[in-house]
């Protein structure tokens, strides 16, 4: 586990002003890492890091020989296309890198110059997938979503036994997760409307969303090894948002037994930047779990991760209609709510994964699962919001929404910040919906 460091001082002074503009997601106390390039140019991808309103570019500042050390060899593995290299060097080079970005970045240090010589503005730049996810696992860790949800498609008994002891989750698909921005035809598939004796092969019309967060992992393990909880953090690089599409009608009729398949892996939108779980320090809570609950066995439990394995990181989930977007009106928020009150902690996800063996490589990407707080006001899917369709949102303007429709596009945002710490953040999370091909 990290903990607070001369780099999480919220009196630290950058001498970029767009760093301390009111409300940036991007302080000198955040550091986090994408993979971008110019728009509009044939340049090659590379990694940065968010600064303000700027980028600092990676293969530019390794290059600059401004660095030396550990955060050198950091910055030169940022510097290539996706940041696999970089996730593998492992959490000290990490921090490494963030210390020596942090003093660089502070008012009055001697690198000014040749940092300032490297940003690249942010609103001129285009974002990649920022790894080469080798494999994707979605969890499912917010016992109000598994119980909204298992009310819906089991009425009778919607939280199966084994919710409280085991971090459910499927492995999903990664060839069709992209980056902020994406949009992707509506799916088409199975489904058995309410009624019928036979299904049919139709566009989706229950297109929802789910509200989640991704975990990158960073330095993997070898194959048969389970990674210890009091370990578990050191193999997370960081965390972005993820909003993983979900076809209710076409997963309704195919969920059983085996799960989740192709009512989910049309599509799975990422943020570009990646926030690490360094910068999350502050914003660590005690992990509590409700009472009368039953504790988690050994593996999946430490005095550290009981005392500071959730983390505070306040969600938004915003709609914006194609009638709201041609009358130059913004996204209306349809949920607010906080990545602390999932059921199982990233650390304990981790510990999970590995418990049998499995290996997790650098680069590998796990989903939260959807993030509904405890009232459905917080419901981080329109399944749960409007109560299985049966209660629509009223959007400004007049418009309903029960599902989601063509033209239909959803942002998530992500935040921390409380007293006493500086306010960082995740930056947006962009998808829309085109018509079904
Ligand atoms: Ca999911």
Redesign the pocket.
Known sequence: MTFLNETHDPQLRCWLPSAHAPGTDFPIQNLPFAVFRRQGRSEPWRGGVAIGDQIIDMAALASAGVLSGEAQVAAQAAASDKLNALMALGHKAWSALRLALSRALREGAPQQAALAACLVPQAGAEYDVPARIGDYT?FYTSVHHATNIGKQFRPDNPLLPNYHWVPIGYHGRVSSIGVSGQAFPRPKGQTLPPGAQTPSVVPSKRLDI?L?LGIFVGEGNAQGDAVPITEAEQHVFGICLLN?W?ARDIQAWEYQPLGPFLS?NFATTISPWIVTLEALAPHRVAFARSEGDPAPLPYLDSPANRAGGAFDIQLQVGLRTPRMAAAGQGDASICRTSYRHAHWTVAQMLAHHTVNGCNLQPGDLL?S??LSGPTLDQAGALIELTTGGKNPLQLPGGEQRVYLEDGDAVVLRGWCEKPGAARIGFGECWGTVLPAR
Do not use: R
Request: hydrophobic share 0%.
């Open positions: 979605d789910e989640e993983d979900s989910k989903g699962g959807t």
